[in-house]
């Protein structure tokens, strides 16, 4: 597609159910990124797919969090057993590659609240 | 460690008027700088970014940033707002691993 493409957009979910987030990225973007923006906070990294390389996990906060992606397209953020600290957009983000050339481009997130 | 400080949580200007939005990172080599904008609403777009050479960097909308290596800043500048330039701006630097590294933000408010 033109740009990266999340959904849900908006997402209330009970505590302690399951959610699930989506990301498409830019066709042909090898690189891709999950960030959590919570609510008059910064950007926090979260995980970081690039190829058919080991994800980059280090920013995940805790095992309730978890991600996936298929080869170089669709990744799914999971959260297991949401808590109300879970409420934040999560904004999804992808690059050709990881040169310092390549301008990564962000999805509009999804603005997940917990109640 | 490497980090990106905006020390402004919150600027308010009058239409019309010049902005200066700063930056100061903490990085061992040469940065790769990168301001963002996320209006209301929306995702992030990037304004700018500087990699190299000149130190002083056009971006979309009428801003620029200037790189200056000695303050280890990299302050955004814009000479004359509108109201639509309201929104919250982020700066960042990328990492050795390739992620991005980023300020808290700060919120431009804009005075009719």
């Known amino acids: 597609g033109a740009g990266v493409s999340q959904s849900p957009s908006n997402k209330v979910t009970e505590k302690g159910k399951d959610v699930e987030l989506r990301c498409d990225p830019i066709?042909?973007?090898?690189?891709l990124y999950w960030y959590r923006q919570r609510l008059g906070q910064g950007l926090e990294f979260l995980i970081y797919?690039?190829?058919?390389?080991?994800?980059?996990k280090s920013g995940l906060p805790s095992d309730r969090f978890s991600a996936e992606r298929t080869g170089e397209s669709v990744s799914t953020l999971t959260i297991q057993r949401t808590q109300q600290e879970d409420s934040a957009v999560y904004l999804c983000?992808?690059?050709?590659?990881?040169?310092?050339?390549?301008?990564?481009?962000f999805g509009e997130g999804s603005w997940l609240t917990v109640v | 460690a490497q980090s990106v400080t905006q020390p402004d949580i919150h600027i308010t200007v009058s239409e019309g008027a010049s902005l200066e939005l700063r930056c100061n990172y903490s990085?061992?080599?040469?940065?790769?700088l990168f301001w963002y904008v996320q209006s209301p609403g929306q995702g992030l777009q990037l304004l700018l970014k500087?990699?190299?050479?000149d130190t002083l960097v056009q971006g979309i909308k009428g801003f620029e940033a200037e790189f200056k290596r000695s303050q280890s800043s990299f302050n955004l500048r814009k000479p004359s707002v509108h109201w639509s330039d309201a929104a919250e701006y982020f700066c960042?630097?990328?990492?050795?691993?390739?992620?991005?590294?980023w300020g808290a933000g700060t919120k431009l408010i804009i005075k009719p």
């Open positions: 990085y061992g080599a040469t940065p790769y």
């Open positions: 500087y990699f190299s050479g």
């Open positions: 066709s042909g973007h090898t690189a």
């Open positions: 797919f690039q190829g058919n390389s080991a994800p980059d």
């Open positions: 983000a992808s690059s050709l590659g990881t040169s310092s050339g390549n301008t990564i481009y």
């Open positions: 960042a630097v990328r990492s050795s691993n390739y992620q991005l590294i």
